[in-house]
């Protein structure tokens, strides 16, 4: 069964900073976790940062300069640093992931960012 697991979600004010981190609680090596996404109340989900095992990145335009992606291939986990948060930024945040092999898709239960002004 696979299941991704987000931690690091929390409330800090304007201009504050977070760290997300993402892990597959089970055979660490049955899923490539991909990125992260975020959804707020009454918007469409968007594209924060996604990355790929061999270290290439794209960001989503809000957050670059901002957020930085990064994985530790060993442990199958995936980071998201959030710096100078803004309200803008408040967010159910998931991580995503892909089968190891063959076709699929594999989202987390999300994490609250919450910034306050």
């Known amino acids: 069964q696979v299941r991704l697991v987000e931690s690091g979600g929390g409330t800090v004010q304007a201009g504050g900073s977070l760290r997300l981190s993402c892990a597959h609680a089970?055979?660490?090596?049955?899923?490539?976790?991909t990125g992260w996404y975020r959804q707020a109340p009454g918007k469409e989900p968007e594209l924060v940062a996604a990355?790929?095992?061999?270290?290439?990145?794209r960001y989503g335009d809000p957050v670059k300069g901002r957020f930085s992606i990064s994985r530790d291939n060993t442990k199958n986990e995936v980071f998201l640093q959030m710096n100078n948060l803004q309200p803008e930024d408040t967010a159910v945040y998931c991580c995503?992931?892909?089968?190891?092999?063959?076709?699929?898709?594999?989202w987390g239960q999300g994490t609250q960012v919450t910034v306050s002004s």
């Open positions: 990355t790929t095992r061999g270290g290439s990145t």
């Open positions: 089970g055979d660490i090596f049955s899923v490539n976790i």
């Open positions: 995503s992931g892909i089968p190891a092999l063959g076709p699929g898709e594999y």
